[in-house]
């Protein structure tokens, strides 16, 4: 799968996995058609970038199994 690292403002570091099962459960938790993102000349790409909700949520989905109950507490409303 694919994988990728970031820091968020509180210098954190997490890992991003993408394997054919997380494009099912990003789809399952956001509607998000991860898959096409590169088809109809990028449309797909620019929607997630210009929702930061959106991308907040696929993120939590493909970094989920790094959140603790601490850490998920500040996500909740974007999980849900």
Known sequence: GVMAKFKDLAG????????????ARVREATGFELSKIL???LRRLGEIA???????RVLFVLIGGEFDSSISRHFGAIAH
């Open 39 to 41: 088809d109809d000349n």
């Open 12 to 23: 954190r570091e997490w890992d991003v996995s993408m394997r054919v099962a997380s494009l």
């Open 50 to 56: 210009a929702d930061p909700e959106l991308l907040c």
